[in-house]
């Protein structure tokens, strides 16, 4: 799937702004499956009053500290207590839309990024939540550079 950026609608909600802060930066991606527009939310605080509690196929991020000053992405893709086959499967979504859902957030935010030059050079990790082992790890993207378009 190819980034389209006409398919974003990116919302800052105070105190954030598209400069700013990092710190207590929160994420919360969704889209519509319907009309495949992707919604972002920016704010210090995730916006669980968007996330469709019966699919939870949103994606949560937030930087945190990794060493030094330098920040680590951190984004969180939850899979639940699902049965076996339908946690391959969600997971497997996941996975297959991470990038485009990379780039939605990179671009969403691309404004940051430009005001913290040193954030490009971040590297990404996800956090699969999943009952099943297998599915429930950490799984490293690359770095911010990777997405940006």
Do not use: C
Not at 82 to 108: C, E, P, R, T, V
């Amino acid at each position: 799937m190819k980034f389209n950026p006409d398919k974003l609608e990116t919302t800052f909600i105070e105190p954030m702004t598209p400069y700013g802060p990092i710190e207590g930066r929160k994420y919360t991606l969704t889209h519509s499956d319907e009309t495949g527009m992707m919604f972002l939310d920016i704010a210090d605080e995730y916006n669980y009053k968007v996330i469709n509690q019966d699919l939870r196929d949103e994606l949560l991020g937030t930087w945190r500290i990794i060493y030094d000053n330098d920040y680590g992405l951190f984004l969180y893709a939850y899979i639940g207590d699902l049965d076996y086959f339908s946690a391959l499967m969600k997971y497997s979504a996941f996975k297959y839309h991470m990038n485009l859902a990379l780039q939605a957030i990179i671009y969403g935010d691309k404004d940051l990024i430009k005001e913290y030059p040193k954030l490009i050079n971040s590297p990404i990790y996800v956090k699969f939540d999943s009952l099943f082992p297998i599915f429930n790890n950490y799984e490293f993207y690359g770095y911010v550079k990777d997405y940006i378009i």
